[in-house]
């Protein structure tokens, strides 16, 4: 048995042997490895310091074309869209036109109404008693009278001539000088 237990205990050296000269090959491969890492990220860090600014510069230019060309689209689309909007503000402007007319014709006529149902004479009710007083002091001073108290009397009489028609919705009739 003990030339077994010789036996098993060399093969047990041969395995511990093998088993470490695995493990410093495994080692060695590994900081290989990892100084071979090392290295490539050494040499891609100076790769990009020397060639980034090419490529930043390159990326830029392209950036600027679909800028560019994104600008020529949008500046299209934009004019047509200022137009769309331009003729709508039009409709709406001119609409609103018509409607402040309308309005302003409708408030016209029901403050005419008003002013003749409380009896306020028109612009022309006040031209045409002024061209009658006209019409009457060339007529007295044709005949050579002096205007002084009759005028009076007269106007008074022509004041209420106005006044009644126009309380009835009706034009004074002109008097014959």
Do not use: Y
């Amino acid at each position: 048995m003990a030339k077994f237990k010789k036996a098993a205990a060399k093969k047990t050296t041969a395995k511990a042997a093998d088993a470490q000269a695995q493990a410093e090959h495994l080692s060695k491969s590994l900081s290989e490895s990892a100084q071979q890492v090392w290295l490539a990220g050494v040499g891609a860090f100076s790769r990009a310091q020397a060639e980034g600014t090419k490529l930043f510069e390159g990326l830029v230019k392209e950036g600027m074309g679909l800028e560019q060309t994104m600008r020529k689209f949008a500046g299209g689309r934009a004019e047509v869209v200022r137009d769309v909007v331009e003729n709508r503000v039009g409709q709406a402007r001119e609409r609103a036109t018509d409607t402040w007319d309308k309005l302003e014709k409708v408030f016209e006529d029901r403050v005419q109404r008003a002013l003749v149902k409380l009896g306020v004479p028109s612009r022309e009710d006040l031209t045409d008693l002024s061209s009658r007083v006209e019409a009457l002091t060339a007529e007295l001073r044709r005949q050579g009278g002096k205007p002084a108290t009759a005028p009076r009397k007269a106007a008074k009489k022509v004041a209420k001539a106005v006044k009644a028609p126009a309380k009835r919705g009706r034009k004074p009739a002109a008097s014959k000088a």
